[in-house]
C-alpha cells in the first residue's frame, strides 16, 4: 500500500510560480499511474494532471493547460507539479492520488490512494 505526502504549497502573488511535490512511500512508485488534483473553497474535487508510469504520457486539464507541468523521478518516488503563471482562481487545496484502478485517471472516484492535501493561496 502507498502513502503520498505532498510539500510545497503556499501563499504567491499572481503571476507567480509554486513547485508542488508528492512523495510516495510503500508500494512500487513506478508502477502506479500518478495524477494531481485541486478542491477550491466551497467546491468538489477536480482533476488538474495525470502522468504516466514512465512519464512518456501526460495530459492536463484546459484550466491549467500552458501553465502547468507535471513530472515524475521514479527513483526519487516523486511527482511534481510546477505552476507558473498562477491566478487567484487556482487557489486551491491540492492533492496527489495514485493508482487509478477503478475508471481513467481524470476521474476522482478512480483514485484508492490520496495524499493530505497542500495549501495554495493566489492572491490579486
Known amino acids: 500500500q502507498v502513502q503520498l505526502a505532498e510539500s510545497g504549497g503556499g501563499l504567491v502573488q499572481a503571476g507567480g510560480s509554486l513547485r508542488l511535490s508528492c512523495a510516495a512511500t510503500?508500494?512500487?512508485?513506478?508502477?502506479?499511474?500518478m495524477g494531481w488534483f485541486r478542491q477550491p473553497p466551497g467546491k468538489e474535487r477536480e482533476f488538474v494532471a495525470f502522468?504516466?508510469?514512465?512519464?512518456?504520457?501526460?495530459y492536463y486539464a484546459d484550466s491549467v493547460k500552458g501553465r502547468f507541468t507535471i513530472s515524475r523521478d521514479n527513483a526519487k518516488n516523486t511527482v511534481y507539479l510546477q505552476m507558473d503563471s498562477l491566478k487567484p482562481e487556482d487557489t486551491a487545496v491540492y492533492y496527489c492520488?495514485?493508482?487509478?484502478?477503478?475508471?481513467?485517471?481524470?476521474?476522482?472516484?478512480?483514485?484508492?490512494?490520496w495524499g493530505q492535501g497542500t495549501q495554495v493561496t493566489v492572491s490579486s
Open positions: 510503500g508500494g512500487t512508485f513506478s508502477s502506479y499511474v
Open positions: 502522468i504516466g508510469r514512465s512519464g512518456a504520457i501526460i
Open positions: 492520488a495514485a493508482d487509478p484502478t477503478r475508471g481513467g485517471p481524470a476521474s476522482v472516484r478512480s483514485y484508492d490512494y
